[in-house]
């Protein structure tokens, strides 16, 4: 420690051509402390914490798209249950609408959003430790199959809503 100390004051020194202040020592030290840090995680895990941080960011975006598909999910099937609402309402007017009788299919798609979400929670995770192992081995993989398969439900979802709108 006292050799850093002594960095530190001879990088104040040589920067500013004076004695050095007390907030430059302390950014200067916390500087040198970070920088040490970071080198000695890197030669333990062998991972530059960069591309560790991009991996954790990439896998807090995916929860997020877990949990969005959750609520989504959640959002359509209780209005599965405002439409029973409605058809009981309309039911005691006497007047028939057709689009009522597809009620269910709302209820399925629900659940099937929420359990579609729940399965991307789960393979976020696996998608974490997999990288993990790729940036301890010092290999690059592609993410094409997580975006294809994100792609591919959303259009699915998305046609099967429009599919409902236009027919029933």
């Not at 877990?66 to 058809?87: N, P, T, Y």
């Not at 993990?132 to 081995?137: A, G, S, T, V, Y």
């Amino acid at each position: 420690m006292a050799g850093t100390h002594i960095s530190v004051i001879q990088i104040c020194t040589a920067k500013s051509k004076s004695s050095p202040k007390d907030g430059e020592v302390r950014r200067v030290r916390g500087f040198l402390k970070y920088n040490t840090l970071m080198k000695k995680d890197k030669l333990k895990n062998n991972i530059d914490p960069k591309d560790l941080m991009a991996v954790e960011r990439a896998t807090t975006g995916l929860f997020g798209t877990a949990i969005s598909l959750i609520i989504l999910g959640f959002v359509v099937e209780k209005f599965e249950l405002f439409l029973h609402l409605a058809s009981a309402q309309i039911k005691s007017k006497s007047t028939h609408i057709p689009q009522l009788a597809h009620i269910d299919f709302y209820k399925y798609l629900g659940v099937g959003i929420v359990f579609i979400g729940v399965l991307l929670a789960l393979f976020t995770y696996r998608y974490y430790v997999r990288w993990i192992n790729h940036l301890e081995k010092k290999e690059m993989d592609t993410d094409k199959p997580i975006y294809l398969m994100l792609a591919l439900f959303i259009a699915v979802i998305g046609a099967l809503l429009i599919f409902a709108m236009l027919v029933w």
